[in-house]
């Protein structure tokens, strides 16, 4: 596509649920990354996937967030019992192989109440 | 480990007036450098970046930077800044090709008519 595409645009969860973030890089990006954005604060770093691979998932905060991107394109960013900290905004970012290029998506905003 | 410090949470200048915003990095070998801007409701734009050579970076909008290794600074400056440019910056490092990159927490640029 044209740009990197993030759905929903907005989630709103009630706390223990299930979620399941999407993100649609551009056409032909191999890198892509997910971040998280609190109020007031830079994006922070999640994971990032070469391909299909998690190349670097330091940036997961705890073994309730996962990440997939099982055909090299499409990412699904899923968080299992969610808690009212878990609110932010969750940006999605893709990469071109032969270099920087980073392009962000414009968000999912999650809220869990 | 990677770490940007943006020491100015708000900045606020009159239409038409200079700009610097100021950006520190730390990081153990040649960084890549970027500036984003966030407006209210919109996604991360790519403003300029660093990766080697020149270390005067012209960029999108008007906007330079300065990459100076010598004081591990790359700040972001506009001659005459207009009522559209009042948004979030981000400054950000990475450290090669398809890496991921680390963000500073933002400064907050006021325009006043």
């Known amino acids: 596509g044209a740009g990197v595409s993030q759905t929903p645009s907005n989630k709103v969860t009630e706390k223990g649920k299930y979620v399941e973030l999407r993100c649609d890089p551009i056409s032909g990006h191999t890198a892509l990354y997910w971040y998280r954005q609190s109020l007031g604060q830079g994006p922070e770093f999640l994971i990032y996937?070469?391909?299909?691979?998690?190349?670097?998932d330091s940036g997961l905060p705890n073994d309730r967030f996962f990440a997939v991107r099982p055909e090299g394109s499409v990412s699904t960013l899923k968080i299992q019992r969610t808690e009212r900290g878990d609110s932010a905004v969750y940006l999605c970012?893709?990469?071109?192989?032969?270099?920087?290029?980073?392009?962000f998506g414009s968000g999912t905003r999650l809220t869990v109440v | 480990a990677q770490s940007v410090t943006q020491p100015d949470i708000h900045i606020t200048v009159s239409e038409g007036a200079s700009l610097e915003l100021r950006c520190n990095y730390s990081y153990g070998a040649t960084p890549y450098l970027f500036w984003y801007v966030q407006s209210p409701g919109q996604g991360l734009q790519l403003l300029l970046k660093y990766f080697s050579g020149d270390t005067l970076v012209q960029g999108i909008k008007g906007f330079e930077a300065e990459f100076k290794r010598s004081q591990s600074s790359f700040n972001l400056r506009k001659p005459s800044v207009h009522w559209s440019d009042a948004a979030e910056y981000f400054c950000a490092v990475g450290g090669g090709r398809d890496d991921k990159i680390i963000f500073g927490k933002g400064t907050r640029l006021h325009i006043l008519p």
């Open positions: 970012a893709s990469s071109p192989s032969s270099g920087y290029g980073y392009t």
């Open positions: 996937f070469q391909g299909t691979g998690a190349a670097d």
